[in-house]
């Protein structure tokens, strides 16, 4: 079960992660079969699910999303949590909005995500 200060803790590292641009460090929060999904899968990996199994996909994805986007950041809005799953508002510097949705396993790793956005 999942507690505020875990979520918190997750919430700044993650950003973090990300704001770092340090790929190895974004997937350490997540297990080898990760599952993500999200609309920009489709339109960027021809993926029409919009779902990547695996990290080493979601890693080849989000490789190509950083070099599209070298200064991209993220800032950090709203840390929502629930039993066994988080929920980030966050914005980037590309001018979108995003809800993130992260469900855990039992060791504190994400095992699937959905990234919502304002705008697609």
Do not use: C, Q
């Not at 997540?30 to 920009?40: A, K, L, Q, R, V």
């Not at 021809?46 to 994805?61: D, H, L, N």
């Not at 840390?79 to 914005?91: C, P, R």
Request: glycine residues 6%.
């Amino acid at each position: 079960m999942l507690n505020k200060d875990f979520a918190h803790h997750f919430a700044d590292d993650w950003i973090a992660s990300w704001n770092s641009h340090d790929l190895d460090r974004i997937m350490s929060h997540y297990t080898d079969d990760f599952e993500m999904t999200s609309p920009f899968i489709g339109s960027r990996m021809g993926i029409p699910s919009g779902t990547i199994k695996g990290k080493t996909g979601v890693r080849e994805y989000w490789a190509k999303s950083l070099a599209r986007f070298p200064d991209l950041k993220f800032t950090l809005r709203e840390v929502a949590y629930s039993l066994n799953s988080i929920a980030l508002y966050y914005e980037s510097s590309i001018g979108k909005k995003a809800v993130e949705w992260f469900l855990f396993n039992e060791s504190g790793l994400v095992v699937k995500a959905i990234a919502h956005y304002n705008e697609l």
